[in-house]
């Protein structure tokens, strides 16, 4: 019944190496999107796919690249981790129509050491 | 660009006290308003919601009036209970070029103690 879910829940790893998030969601919407939230609190949004096309790409690395394989997956890939990295990221994902109203995952945090 | 600002927590009650969570907001156009509450350990949730200036939305004993001439969307409950013990962001939406996008505030984190 989960909506939007994510793995791995916790993820701990080196500086340096390549890991992804998985994120799915099985409510039919058709646009989803990956948030970093910080050791604040802060929560910003990274990027958003319509139709597993990119259509919002905030200032984020190129060591971070997202993937769509369809509309109910949005996966997010993660080269050479650094230390700033670490974070909670969040998948979400709503109707193009109706954007304002997302549904987000339980997020996965990210520990580099 | 646009920005929305919270009230930094922690806030910390006793039950059936009274809430209020400022958040104001800057903003080009006309935004639609949102809080968003984050319960420990699991995703954001919408709680409520205003399109337009003067609407009041609400949620669960939760409030918040569209104030379009100071700006603001303050969050308010008349009876706290433990339960209502999360994270509470206040967020805008603006439509851009990519669509619409949901900018956050920086969270309040609300305690409520028996």
């Known amino acids: 019944d989960t909506a939007v879910s994510q793995t791995p829940k916790y993820l701990v790893t080196q500086m340096g190496n390549d890991k992804s998030i998985k994120c799915e969601q099985n409510?039919?919407?058709?646009?989803m999107y990956w948030y970093k939230q910080d050791s604040k609190k802060f929560l910003k949004i990274m990027f958003s796919y319509n139709n597993k096309e990119l259509i919002i790409n905030e200032t984020v690395p190129n060591r971070f690249s997202p993937k769509s394989p369809d509309k109910a997956h949005l996966n997010l890939h993660i080269n050479s981790l650094e230390l700033g990295d670490s974070a909670v990221y969040f998948c979400?994902?709503?109707?193009?129509?109706?954007?304002?109203?997302?549904?987000f995952g339980p997020g996965t945090r990210l520990t580099v050491l | 660009g646009n920005s929305v600002t919270q009230m930094e927590g922690p806030v910390t009650l006793s039950e059936e006290a009274f809430l209020t969570i400022n958040c104001t907001y800057t903003a080009t156009g006309y935004p639609s308003l949102f809080w968003y509450v984050q319960y420990p350990g699991e995703g954001l949730q919408l709680l409520l919601k205003?399109?337009?200036?003067?609407d009041k939305g609400s949620n669960k004993g939760f409030e918040a009036t569209y104030r379009k001439e100071t700006t603001s969307f303050h969050l308010e409950k008349g009876s706290v209970q433990v339960s209502d013990s999360a994270v509470y962001f206040c967020?805008?939406?603006?439509?851009?070029?990519?669509?619409?996008?949901?900018?956050f505030g920086g969270g309040t984190r609300l305690m409520v103690k028996p």
């Open positions: 205003a399109t337009k200036a003067d």
């Open positions: 967020a805008l939406s603006e439509r851009n070029n990519a669509g619409n996008m949901l900018t």
């Open positions: 979400a994902s709503s109707q193009l129509r109706d954007t304002d109203t997302q549904y």
């Open positions: 409510l039919g919407h058709d646009t």
